[in-house]
């Protein structure tokens, strides 16, 4: 492919060039700021990326991993094989803190850190990603997909999702 640099077989070049594969519910996210990849091996001309779902019937998965394929191909690399693993479970603390930032930024509400199962029942305080109030209420513990409740803020009244804790 002309124009392609050799890749570099590094579990580090391979991190780098995943950070552009996005998360197809949240395109603003990469896969490694939620904290999907669960580890990267490299040999010499192959690469084993291993991930771990959000939970194991998210539908994106087979999306991710077609999509890591494909921006691996890009960038040089041939031989490429992308495992499912379940061990250990993906949780929301995966998530980075620069993910947390591009949720909130983009309108939805992060996961509070090491939050209980009090968020999902509407009683931890959600900071409201329109105007930043914590005077919200929780209308639905389903919001846009599965992973999200439904919030609304009380100070501007604007509806908002909030990651779920998991």
């Known amino acids: 492919m002309a124009g392609v640099p050799e890749p570099t077989y590094t579990a580090d070049a391979v ?3 995943l ?5 197809p519910e949240i395109p603003v996210l990469s896969i490694a700021d939620m904290g999907i990849i669960n580890s990267i091996d490299t040999t010499e001309g192959a690469v084993t990326v ?7 019937g998210c539908p994106a998965m087979d999306q991710i991993s077609s999509d890591i394929k494909t921006t691996l191909k890009l960038h040089g690399y041939d031989q490429i094989e992308v ?14 803190e ?4 591009q949720l909130f930024e983009y309108g939805i509400a992060p996961p509070l850190k090491g939050a209980g199962k009090a968020s999902l029942l509407g009683e931890d305080e959600i900071k409201c ?7 919200t209420e929780q209308v639905s513990q389903f919001g846009s997909t599965a992973c999200k409740a439904l919030y609304r803020c009380k100070s501007c009244a604007e509806p908002f999702d909030y990651f779920k804790c998991v």
């Not at 499912?84 to 949780?91: D, N």
């Not at 990603?129 to 005077?135: A, E, K, L, R, Y």
């Open 129 to 135: 990603p329109q105007c930043g109030s914590t005077d």
């Open 19 to 23: 950070e552009l594969v996005k998360d």
């Open 50 to 56: 291993r991930i771990t779902p959000t939970y194991s």
């Open 98 to 101: 620069k993910g947390r930032q």
């Open 83 to 96: 495992e499912t693993v379940l061990s250990p479970a993906w949780t929301t603390d995966f998530i980075s």
């Open 15 to 17: 991190g780098q060039v």
